[in-house]
């Protein structure tokens, strides 16, 4: 069962349960506007490393204003 496939097999029983996999969330923000959704899920090895992939939030926060101080 392989659920990243997109013509997967019914007729194919193979399970990978070798642990050899790992589930990356989010997608990059180098990347198309579908990829960059927190829902997007993509598989890769657990050594595998990238600064592109992940995503970011940023608040960008106001400058105090007289009212503040």
Known sequence: LNAFALNENPDDDEVDDSGAWRVLR?????????????AFRDLSGPDYRNGDDGFRVVVVRRPPSHLDL
């Open 26 to 38: 989010g997608g990059s923000w180098v990347a198309d506007a579908n990829f960059v959704r927190a």
